[in-house]
């Protein structure tokens, strides 16, 4: 016989996934249900409340793509974009440059606004690229920079974006469920997210929604969207078909039970407790690591995602040998520097379920036998 | 507090999901990993040599799309086909059609091959079709055609392919691990599936495999590929990076864990044992639906598929009625028919987990109760 695999029981301070709440991972392994039952029907029709919830919308189309965030990123993209419509996508990091990959894929002229890496979009920028290019059709950005620990002010690049009549895609990845996020008090039309960080679930589902005027964007296009598992037309019958639900592809159930765990467990605690319990856990470590440990964040105060922090790495500390030892010996993980911030930064997340006292005390403890030695 | 979800303990009886093994769910709730952990690469190795033991094959890009078969169906097509090019498509069923228009969908010039639904496809008219169009690029089939209950010669449909210079994409969703597959001895170039028929697990992943032809054909396309997620050439450095492993998506890594115990115990088992053990079950199946219930599959003896059944509804039965009291009465799911067979037949799967005689018994029994009320 066979030797299963035995994960080893991680604390997960990276920038996710993060630890998984123990009511979700029991869950995740109930009986499976077929994706027509009667019963799993009813889970969706909870999944899509759920998901209203922690979005702050009323969004009828509000769903999930049963892929990772980066799917919903594609998904996203390949349902707005025809070939040849301007999009401006502003890029401050690995995520939005990742968008500005996609759109470029599926055949957009793209206009990147470029900002520094570790900070957060100018306002300014972004209309002044407007200004210039009258016929911009979409506007992109990344509301939480999962790179480099920069929060956007999505509600003013929003309100921005609007006034030059151009819809908005957000990219809610590091966001959702852990800092305050309105989809549609700022007016945000296509906004995607992920399932590992904020919510406290495990990857592999990408939670989205679609405003009323995205979707009849999509219902008015002149040409076909050029993915057949992301076109919401197929995505449409198969969570919103009215009397009978349409076929699409056989839902990862489990996963679904997963999600709906997750949610249901913010829910409990209400969105709004959930970011402030990220904010007040953040401030805790980000105080304690600057006292105890005189490490800072890259990005400045004002700018900053609570709960996902870039950390310089201090002259003369091997990063990579900091991040080894802190698996090794401590079980936690942290994140390394992409792109750009590539060795260095540390990525520091306490997000969703880790974000509570006793990881801030507990990667404290570590680092500093780490570092002084 | 809220009420977590109590998914009803279903008998899975119809096309997928089937049941899923009591260990693969076990495995599905252990803790979560990085995607970048030292441990969770090891287990990313270790899913690719399982994966190609049970698809026969020594295929180096042998690995998992973390999405579900069909976005595998997608993965495969888009990263093959480019704009214009010629592709023949054997259609004898709903998931071959899917194949069909998501070439279109990729700018191919589709040739169809008909096939009534229910008859594995005539190795002649592909060959004929070949002769009539020596451009053809690629030539795609369904091996076992989910929707009808038909299995093709895969074998003789490649070799046919191979003799007019084309590369084979096989969709091998509802045979892989249930009935006889060889990758490498039958010249299959790209070959998808999914996590939750013969591999009685949970439902989401899709295995692929692509021939060294097919790899030769990728990196010497001269278009770009149409999606980002699934482009092979950012796939490649994030399953087989050498030294490092180039990030893509956050892999779902409990729904791996899942996988590698499902892949783990068919090995152990022996594929051949577990294809055998599929016939076996499923002939007795066959005998007693015939004897005891004078029910019989759509399908020639010599072209069904032999774990998945298309049974004809009998005249004066109401079929959804059967399936509704199934359902509510005994706890036991069959598939509807889709497309052209809808109404006409039931699809009743004996796969995986399920490939045993206690589930024979329970399915005839139940049949029973019901049909001759």
């Known amino acids: 016989m066979f030797e299963s695999f035995k994960p080893i029981n991680r604390f997960l301070m990276g920038p996710g996934p993060a630890n998984v709440h123990p009511k979700v991972l029991e869950a995740l392994s109930k009986p499976t249900l077929g994706h027509l039952d009667p019963q799993f029907l009813q889970l969706m029709e909870e999944l899509k409340n759920l998901l ?12 999930v793509i049963s892929g990772p965030g980066s799917l919903g990123m594609e ?3 390949v349902n707005m974009i025809e070939p040849d419509d301007k999009i401006i996508v502003c890029v401050g990091g690995y995520f939005s440059n990742r968008m500005a990959q996609i759109a470029e894929k599926f055949g957009a002229n793209v206009i990147v606004v470029k900002e520094e890496w570790g900070r957060a979009i100018e306002p300014q920028k972004l209309e002044d690229a407007l200004k210039e290019n009258s016929d911009t059709k979409f506007v992109a950005f990344v509301h939480a920079e999962t790179s480099t620990g920069a929060l956007s002010d999505a509600k003013t690049l929003s309100k921005i974006a609007h006034d030059y009549n151009s819809l908005v895609i957000t990219d809610a990845v590091t966001s959702l469920g852990a800092v305050d996020l309105y989809v549609d008090e700022w007016n945000l039309d296509v906004v995607y997210s992920c399932s590992q960080k904020g919510l406290a679930c495990v990857a592999g589902m990408s939670p989205v929604t679609f ?20 076109d919401f037309n197929f995505l449409e019958p198969y969570w919103f078909g009215e009397n009978k639900r349409a076929y699409h592809h056989t839902a990862p159930a489990n996963q679904f039970y ?5 949610l249901s467990l913010i829910k409990d605690e209400g969105i709004e407790n959930s970011w402030e319990r990220h904010k007040r856990n953040s401030n805790k470590l980000i ?13 400045p105060i004002e700018e900053r995602i609570p709960h996902l922090l870039a950390i310089k790495v201090p002259d003369g500390i091997d990063e990579a040998k900091v991040r080894k030892e802190l698996l090794e010996k401590f079980n936690l993980e942290i994140g390394v520097g992409l792109g750009e911030l590539a060795g260095k930064v540390w990525r520091i997340g ?16 570590s680092l500093k036998e780490v570092i002084s030695k």
Chains 1, 2 share one sequence.
């Open 52 to 63: 209203r919830y922690v979005f702050k919308t009323k969004n009828e189309n509000t769903f």
């Open 75 to 77: 998904a996203s993209l």
């Open 211 to 230: 405003s009323d005027a995205a979707i009849h964007h999509i219902k008015n296009r002149k040409t076909k969207i050029k993915s057949w598992f992301n």
């Open 258 to 262: 997963a999600l709906h765990e997750a």
């Open 287 to 299: 105080e304690r690591l600057k006292n105890e440990l005189h490490l800072e964040p890259i990005v």
């Open 350 to 365: 306490l997000m969703g379920y880790n974000s509570n006292e006793r990881m801030v005390d507990y990667l404290i403890k």
